[in-house]
């Protein structure tokens, strides 16, 4: 059975079971909402400390205590109720069981140079490696900038330690060298290195971003650049690795995975299951709004609008989840229950006679290995969205997307669509694909007048993976501009062209964000050879999937 049918049944199912023991009695013992256990890693007691006293000076009668345990002892320690605050070492150790966590904080350390540095242009253009760094403050005032960047370039570079030993911990990671053997000129708080660096032209040093960031009001600084990181080490800055314009961008690149991990931290918030206790609820909605504030006073990167919308998001799906508590069910119910087994089996019947008198209208095969074959239907114009438009004779145009994206997604759980009568433009979101609450908006290639949506695709989602080109098409649209937005389309070997440098691109894309997450991963995203497995973006979490839609759709020209 495909899985949109399976999740149709799973959600009556569910439905049926909520309605039978609605009313049971709860957990007995359970924390209320002005009570509740924080533990965190040793390295963490501060911050939760003073998250927890800003948390009751604006909740009074709240009862939270902070208890610091050892890395490997926060899972032994969660039960309902209890919240741990984690950094990402420690979560190393989460294996097998089902926790809830959510990123609540980013801390991480930044490559500064002068902005007035000789060798900027270069320096910009080409990154510097972690190898390269590593020659830095192995052997810094003894080494020259022409040796760092093999340039003709006689200048001593100056290297400055940030003086918080998390951030030289970091470092250390970073350039793969002994705390006892990282030297440098000299260790300082950031707001003292900044003004060290912006003052020196042969300088470079590691920073907050934090700091920076509050320093230059979310903007680099004239003084000051940050410094590309060449990741991949071949010598030149790649597109995915370009994120260095102003301290906001680079925010959002370590969002998505983009920077190196060694460098930053996620800080988390970990539950034991979905988080369901009000005094849990209660204060993780406060961690991802007013705590925000909190955090940013401790040296923590604020989570920004965007991430705080999609933590909101996470927190309020998970809220319907069902504990597993003793329930008496009374006859009544056992009744309800017999009644919907019927109504399920009814509707599997009739779900199972749809899938076996259902039949493609032109049974397409495409593939985004290797080269980038594709099949594809002739008389279909392809847009640089990943859309397709199609002309019928009575001149309405048919709109849909193409088969790259939809192998890339992997199974669509549901979709939203414009509905008859509404007007869009071309680049306008005709279209949302959801996946398990991931999302991707996808921009029309056409101008018109919505007058039908296609009530399968409704029905049965799974058309837009099966069939993307017949019957999972999307929308009927009455054209406004077609004859000058025909224009720009695509068709045969161009669109196949095309296609393959959006395979290229896909698989720097991947490869630059695998390097840097070093993640375990890997194989599901990435097979033997590099070819790209399909379903990539289905692995990945929702900042993979806000950052292939700022790439291969929102920047369609």
């Known amino acids: 059975m495909k899985p949109a049918k399976t999740m149709t049944i799973g959600m009556a199912m569910l439905f049926i079971t909520m309605s039978a023991i609605q009313g049971a009695p709860e957990e007995k013992g359970a924390p209320g909402k002005n009570e509740l256990q924080l533990v965190c890693s040793p390295e963490l007691e501060n911050l939760a400390n003073q998250l927890v006293n800003d948390y009751r000076n604006e909740n009074e009668g709240t009862q939270i205590q902070v208890t610091p345990v050892n890395d490997q002892e926060v899972y032994g320690t969660l039960r309902k109720g209890t919240i741990a605050l984690v950094n990402k070492d420690c979560l190393a150790g989460l294996k097998g069981e089902h926790y809830f966590k959510m990123v609540v904080g980013r801390d991480a350390i930044v490559p500064l140079i002068n902005a007035n540095h000789p060798q900027r242009d270069l320096i910009m253009k080409n990154g510097i490696s972690a190898e390269g760094f590593a020659r830095i403050y192995q052997t810094p005032g003894n080494i020259t900038w022409g040796e760092v960047l093999g340039v003709a370039d006689q200048r001593p570079v100056h290297a400055y330690v940030p003086g918080?030993?998390?951030?030289?911990?970091?470092?250390?990671?970073?350039?793969?060298?002994?705390?006892?053997?990282?030297?440098?000129?000299?260790?300082?708080?950031?707001?003292?290195?900044?003004k060290k660096i912006g003052s020196d032209p042969g300088a470079v040093g590691f920073c907050s971003l934090a700091c920076l960031m509050n320093v230059e009001n979310s903007e680099v600084d004239g003084g000051i650049v940050l410094v590309?990181?060449?990741?991949?080490?071949?010598?030149?800055?790649?597109?995915?690795?370009?994120?260095?314009?102003?301290?906001?961008?680079?925010?959002?690149?370590?969002?998505?995975?983009?920077?190196?991990?060694?460098?930053?931290?996620?800080?988390?918030?970990?539950t034991a299951g979905q988080p369901a206790g009000d005094g849990e609820m209660a204060f993780l909605e406060w961690l991802i709004s007013g705590g925000q504030q909190t955090l940013a006073s401790a040296g923590i990167m604020e989570l920004g609008y965007g991430e705080r919308a999609s933590r909101r998001e996470q927190l309020t799906g998970h809220d319907l989840a069902i504990a597993s508590v003793p329930v008496k069910v009374s006859p009544a119910r056992i009744y309800l229950i017999v009644a919907g087994f019927f109504i399920l089996l009814g509707l599997l019947i009739f779900l199972l006679t749809r899938i076996t008198g259902k039949r493609s209208l032109a049974p397409v095969v495409t593939s985004i290995q290797g080269d980038g074959s594709v099949v594809f239907p002739g008389g279909l114009f392809f847009d640089r969205s990943h859309t397709w438009?199609?002309?019928?004779?009575?001149?309405?145009?048919?709109?849909?997307?193409?088969?790259?994206?939809?192998?890339?997604?992997?199974?669509?759980?549901?979709?939203?669509?414009?509905?008859?009568?509404?007007?869009?433009?071309?680049g306008d979101s005709f279209l949302t694909l959801i996946q398990k609450g991931k999302r991707l908006e996808i921009k029309s290639p056409v101008s018109g007048v919505v007058e039908e949506q296609n009530r399968g695709l409704l029905n049965d989602v799974s058309l837009l993976n099966s069939d993307p080109y017949a019957a999972g098409?999307?929308?009927?649209?009455?054209?406004?501009?077609?004859?000058?937005?025909?224009?720009?389309?695509f068709m045969g070997e161009p669109y196949t062209n095309w296609l393959k440098t959006e395979v290229a691109r896909l698989k720097e894309f991947l490869t630059s964000t695998l390097k840097l997450q070093d993640t375990k991963d890997h194989a599901l995203v990435l097979q033997d050879g590099g070819e790209i497995s399909g379903g990539v973006l289905?692995?990945?979490?929702?900042?993979?999937?806000?950052?292939?839609?700022d790439g291969f759709i929102n920047r369609a020209k």
């Not at 060298?177 to 900044?194: A, F, K």
């Not at 370590?254 to 918030?269: H, K, M, P």
């Not at 009575?394 to 509404?422: A, C, Y």
């Open 538 to 549: 289905e692995s990945l979490g929702p900042e993979m999937w806000e950052e292939f839609q």
């Open 164 to 194: 918080k030993a998390c951030a030289k911990e970091y470092l250390s990671e970073f350039l793969q060298i002994e705390p006892g053997n990282l030297t440098g000129l000299v260790s300082m708080e950031p707001e003292e290195m900044l």
């Open 473 to 489: 098409w999307v929308l009927m649209v009455k054209p406004l501009n077609w004859i000058s937005e025909l224009k720009s389309y």
């Open 389 to 426: 438009a199609y002309m019928e004779k009575s001149g309405r145009v048919r709109i849909g997307i193409d088969d790259f994206l939809q192998n890339v997604t992997g199974p669509v759980t549901r979709v939203i669509m414009k509905h008859p009568g509404e007007q869009i433009k071309r």
């Open 228 to 270: 590309p990181v060449d990741a991949d080490g071949d010598g030149r800055i790649g597109e995915f690795e370009n994120i260095y314009k102003s301290g906001s961008e680079l925010s959002h690149a370590i969002f998505v995975g983009r920077f190196s991990r060694a460098l930053y931290s996620r800080i988390y918030a970990l």
